[in-house]
Nanobody, 121 residues
Framework: VQLVESGGGLVQAGGSLRLSCAAS????????MGWFRQAPGKEREFVAA???????YYADSVKGRFTISRDNTKKTAYLQMNSLKPDDTAVYYC????????????????WGQGTQVTVSS
């Protein structure tokens, strides 16, 4: 499966962005989908995931502010980000895998190229 993220940009603290991850090349519904982020000098970290049957999981740092969703007919996963903080600044990556979701980014098999999110204070 090929993944392409979009929707990143520059936003002020307290603002919102919606990231999209468009998939192609395989049966989208077979994949768990995840969002990860990586800030400069830091390791890639788990943000959110949605299983094949729609169960959602979030990092504590984004719980209550971010919402992950998927539209299997459009082969797209989304990450709605509200109440953004400067600490949310990072490159956000979309990931997919046919296995069960996991917080460890190394277990995910397919990745997009990333989209930059910058939150100004």
């Amino acid at each position: 499966v090929q993944l392409v993220e979009s929707g990143g940009g520059l936003v002020q603290a307290g603002g919102s962005l919606r990231l999209s991850c468009a998939a192609s090349g395989s049966t989208f519904s077979r994949y768990a989908m995840g969002w990860f982020r990586q800030a400069p000098g830091k390791e890639r970290e788990f943000v959110a995931a949605i299983s094949r049957n729609g169960n959602t999981y979030y990092a504590d740092s984004v719980k209550g502010r971010f919402t992950i969703s998927r539209d299997n007919t459009k082969k797209t996963a989304y990450l709605q980000m509200n109440s953004l903080k400067p600490d949310d600044t990072a490159v956000y990556y979309c990931a997919a895998d046919t296995n069960l979701w996991a917080q460890n980014w190394r277990t995910w098999g397919y990745w997009g190229q990333g989209t930059q999110v910058t939150v100004s204070s």
